[in-house]
Nanobody, 123 residues
Framework: VQLQASGGGLVQAGGSLRLSCAAS????????VGWFRQAPGKEREFVAA????????FYADSVKGRFTISRDNARNTAYLQMNSLKPEDTGVYYC?????????????????WGQGTQVTVSS
């Protein structure tokens, strides 16, 4: 499956952005989706994941209550709604896919990566 992330940008602290992850090539509903981010000089880290049908979600503690992951299998797209953004949320955001939900929560578990989209939160 090919993934393409979009929707990043520059936003002030407290603002919102919605990222999209568009899929093509294979049956999107067969894959769990994870969002990850990488700040300059740091390792890529898990942000949020959603199961194949969307019934299960999981979040990193640092974004719980502020970010919401969702998906629309009819549109072959997953989303990450980010509210109350903080400067520490700055980084390149990537979406990834794996058939297993638990593996979509691990950087090492992703089989397919999209290209990143830059999110910059100014203070």
């Amino acid at each position: 499956v090919q993934l393409q992330a979009s929707g990043g940008g520059l936003v002030q602290a407290g603002g919102s952005l919605r990222l999209s992850c568009a899929a093509s090539g294979r049956t999107f509903s067969n894959y769990a989706v994870g969002w990850f981010r990488q700040a300059p000089g740091k390792e890529r880290e898990f942000v949020a994941a959603i199961s194949l049908g969307g019934g299960n979600t999981f979040y990193a503690d640092s974004v719980k209550g502020r970010f919401t992951i969702s998906r629309d299998n009819a549109r072959n797209t997953a989303y990450l709604q980010m509210n109350s953004l903080k400067p520490e949320d700055t980084g390149v955001y990537y979406c990834g896919a794996n058939r297993a939900f638990i593996r979509a929560t691990l950087t090492s578990g992703i089989d397919y990566w999209g290209q990143g989209t830059q999110v910059t939160v100014s203070s």
